[in-house]
């Protein structure tokens, strides 16, 4: 209902008044005001009654009945207005590269940008820029099995549940499990081109996974892989996040050799397994990142411990790997994550254990994503936003 619905407050009710109420509304998956998007048709008027023509980024947008509910509540809280009708359409073709242009850009048009490959003018990778705010973790391990991508999931949420923008591609192209351990099966956006991640627990990814059936196996060779992650970098509306995770496939072959050299700012995460012989197979990841000049910033032991009914932790795969490895790499052992039932089932499900920050597995992760935004923290980076502070 209307704050006021009186005659008086009616005759008040402007155009410019419904727009302005309106601006902070954003689009779900931009994270822009509809109105600097050029969403917002039209406005009229009729006495206590306010009709609003809304185009939509693209015919059957998932989200239209959540911005449906936005852009009702913004208008129903004006003084004067007792009925509010929606009327959607679709932008045109120039319309959608208006926002194209506006939010993303277009090839060749980012000051320094080099020419890329596939690309007649080339889009510059915006994370490579050392302007950037954004963080880049590569979540690596020497073998699969290790559970490499359920801690880069349940890291990613763990740090958006503390307030954090996190991206992650899923650069496990032949193994890609991220948007089914996120719980997403919505398929990204295409605007102009311009490729809209789908977002969950507060997450935005993008993977292999959206492009293919998931029982069909890729079966691309080094040029093709490096062309389609380059595209994940620069085709993707990412809006400058804190945090980029990528999940590496596990080795040390084309694709986190490309990475490295799409992403010289980012840092190598190892992640390994308790038993002793597991920490030299993961070793391999942290030699590759080093002859790459890839900064290893610690190693993540997973699947340390059960916790039995009796309360007595059983060490199913041995103990030390992860020591061992943080010893030998010289880098911190960051957190071990314990071996627990409802890790997996999230996995699964896509209901993450860290969005249950009260399980023991959740409370591990809780306490990873505050070092990595403390302790963990870059030491020049965290001084700056100190100062800034």
Known sequence: MASDTSSGAAA????DLVIEALRPVQDPELHRSIVDLGMVRSVVIDGSRVDVGIDLTIAGCPLRAEINSSVSSAVQALAGVAEVNIEFGVMTDEQREAVRRAIHGSPGETAGSQPAHGHAEGRAIPFADPDSKTRILLVASGKGGVGKSSVTTNVGVALAARGKSVAIVDADVWGFSIPRMLGTDQSPTIID???VPPEAHGVRCISMGFFV???QPVIWRGPMLHKAL???LTDVYWDNPDFLLVDLPPGTGDIALSLAQFLPRGEMIVVTTPQPAAQTVAQRAA???EKVNIKVTGVIENMSWFTGDDGKRYELFGSGGGQILSDDLKVPLMAQIPLVPELREGGDSGDPIAAKP?????QVFAVL????????APKQRYRSELKVI
Request: charged share 40%; glycine share 6%.
């Open 230 to 232: 380059e595209q994940f």
């Open 358 to 362: 009260k399980t023991e597995a959740g």
């Open 193 to 195: 081109e311009m490729i």
């Open 12 to 15: 008040d009710l402007t155009e």
């Open 213 to 215: 059936d998931e029982n």
């Open 369 to 376: 994503a505050e070092r990595l935004v403390g302790e963990f």
């Open 287 to 289: 030699f590759m990142a």
